[in-house]
């Protein structure tokens, strides 16, 4: 039998802009977070970034389970790439569509 593996989405909020589609910035966030969170959190947790809303504002997809730990690890970022930001959870969800609801209302 076959188990799929399930999910939830972060909201999450960004201090200032950043292109999270430049591989660049998204494989420095997450060095941060692998720093943070270590090496067997990080693989349980299993971050991918989904998509990005707007110039501040992207969803990750993390296991089921360690949202928690994401959070925690998001907030205590306070640099990426040499520049200072911020990162904020805004929501998290067990699917896309209501975050994308939360980031147009």
């Not at 430049?22 to 959190?41: I, N, T, V, Y």
């Not at 360690?66 to 699917?95: D, H, N, P």
Request: aromatic share 8%; glycine share 8%.
């Amino acid at each position: 039998m076959i188990l799929k593996r399930k999910s939830r989405y972060l909201l999450v909020e960004a201090s200032r802009d950043v292109d999270m589609q430049d591989k660049q910035a998204w494989g420095s966030l997450r060095s941060e977070m692998l720093a943070f969170l270590g090496e067997s959190r990080y693989v349980s947790a299993n971050p991918f970034l989904m998509s990005q809303l707007d110039p501040r504002r992207f969803i990750i997809r993390v296991g089921r389970g360690s949202e928690r730990e994401m959070v925690l690890a998001l907030a205590f970022i306070k640099s990426m790439g040499g520049k200072e930001t911020g990162f904020y959870t805004l929501k998290i969800s067990g699917t896309i569509k209501s975050l994308k609801t939360k980031n147009t209302g």
